[in-house]
């Protein structure tokens, strides 16, 4: 008897124990039909071949409701759970089908990877866990395609035309900073062109071997110190813009250790509003020429325009 019942039980199709727990939660043929995608006829055959597998009835019928016998209630009572268990499975195995997972690996400059990735990568490594991020930090200018990068992040007037660029970051404005010791001994210059009575620290630029240029612009009035022959300085001027040469007497080529050697008295530093706000939050380093920062774009996620044709 027990053997015989096993093979029965074995023959019990899924599409038939579904509808019936559909029929027994709907409490119509109609409802279940409707949840499962099905006709009413097509979930009424599936429960009499059901009934007819297993020799019993399960459900009262009238004309007006549905409702499981003893033996259909004993039989909800196992297979409903189960069923519900199969669904949840299922739909987790959909939704883990539908994240994105493999390995990624970006190139950036240090500073954007401290300042601009790392706080918001805890969110992202929690929305997709099966993806592996492998960065190179790196100041210098990065071919990613020739070098093996999947995406870097950049400046969006130093990425190649031929890129996808992203943004990443809103607008940046560059400013001019230095530790509240030395602007205690050296008064805040008012005009850029007062700057070369103070101590700068400029910033190399690792691919071009090029000291940046520090850049200005009057947000309120017209640039007017074109014609500066201050000592130590020379400006170029374009219409709205002021670029200063100036004789650094440090030259690093890390915007972090430049705005360190700044924090610790050394001189002036210039730097992206970005990298700069840790440290003015915390007081080891003041803003000065606030009225001469100009705006530019910001940073952006970039990579080949092929790999959205591909």
């Not at 023959?11 to 006709?39: P, Q, T």
């Amino acid at each position: 008897m027990h053997e015989g019942h096993q093979s029965i039980m074995r023959h019990s199709d899924f599409a038939e124990l579904a509808a019936f727990a559909a029929i027994v939660e709907e409490g119509s043929f109609r409802g279940a039909a409707a949840r499962l995608g099905l006709r009413p006829s097509t979930v009424s055959h599936s429960l009499r071949a059901l009934e007819e597998k297993l020799g019993v009835q399960l459900l009262h019928r009238t004309t007006r409701s549905v409702a499981p016998t003893e033996a259909g209630q004993a039989l909800f009572a196992r297979v409903g759970p189960a069923l519900a268990g199969m669904e949840n499975a299922i739909e987790a195995v959909n939704a883990h089908r539908d994240l994105p997972a493999g390995r990624i690996r970006l190139s950036m400059p240090r500073c954007v990877a401290s300042q601009v990735l790392l706080p918001r990568l805890r969110a992202f490594m929690e929305r997709f866990p099966d993806i592996q991020l492998d960065i190179a930090a790196d100041n210098g200018f990065v071919d990613i395609v020739r070098d093996g990068f999947d995406a870097g992040i950049r400046l969006r007037e130093s990425i190649p035309g031929d890129m996808v660029a992203v943004p990443v970051t809103p607008e940046l404005q560059t400013m001019v900073v230095a530790s509240p010791d030395h602007l205690a001994l050296h008064p805040a210059p008012r005009t850029p062109h007062e700057l070369h009575r103070h101590r700068c620290i400029g910033f190399r630029q690792i691919g071009s071997g090029n000291v940046y240029r520090w850049e200005f612009m009057r947000t309120a009035l017209p640039t007017r110190e074109a014609g500066d022959t201050s000592p130590g300085s020379s400006a170029a001027q374009v219409p709205g813009l002021m670029e200063l040469n100036l004789d650094c007497a440090l030259v690093l080529d890390d915007p972090e250790l430049m705005l360190d050697a700044a924090a610790r008295g050394l001189g002036l530093a210039y730097a992206m509003d970005a990298i700069c706000r840790p440290w003015l939050e915390d007081g080891r380093l003041m803003q000065v020429l606030a009225d001469w920062s100009p705006r530019y774009p910001g940073f952006c996620l970039y990579y080949p325009n092929r790999r959205i044709t591909a």
